[in-house]
């Protein structure tokens, strides 16, 4: 069984930082991508930034320059470092990874969500 267990959401007041974390867990024969998307209230899952196999990285434009996503495979684990955080971030933020349990078959697995809080 595959599981993304998410850390270090939290309330930070307006310009400040988190680092979110992301570790995997479970057999897996490649990942092809990981992510972060975000869930406010009111509004849909919006993707926030993504990183592929070869570290290729997309992200939002509205955090582009703020947020920046990288991976520790020693860990197993994805980072997400949120700096300048505005009151429009606060949102649950889940990790998302596209793997492949065989060459030729892949999934979508999902983290449990973690609360990102930014007040003014």
């Known amino acids: 069984q595959v599981q993304l267990v998410e850390s270090g959401g939290g309330l930070v007041q307006a310009g400040g930082s988190l680092r979110l974390s992301c570790a995997v867990s479970?057999?897996?024969?490649?990942?092809?991508?990981m992510g972060w998307y975000r869930q406010a209230p009111g509004n849909e899952r919006e993707s926030v930034a993504i990183?592929?196999?070869?570290?290729?990285?997309n992200y939002a434009d509205s955090v582009k320059g703020r947020f920046t996503i990288s991976r520790d495979n020693a860990k197993n684990t994805v980072y997400l470092q949120m700096n300048s955080l505005k009151p429009e971030d606060t949102a649950v933020y889940y990790c998302?990874?596209?793997?492949?349990?065989?060459?030729?078959?892949?999934?979508?697995?999902w983290g449990q969500g973690t609360q990102v809080t930014v007040s003014s």
């Open positions: 479970g057999s897996i024969f490649s990942i092809d991508a």
């Open positions: 990183i592929t196999s070869d570290d290729s990285t």
């Open positions: 998302n990874a596209i793997f492949r349990i065989t060459a030729t078959k892949k999934f979508p697995a």
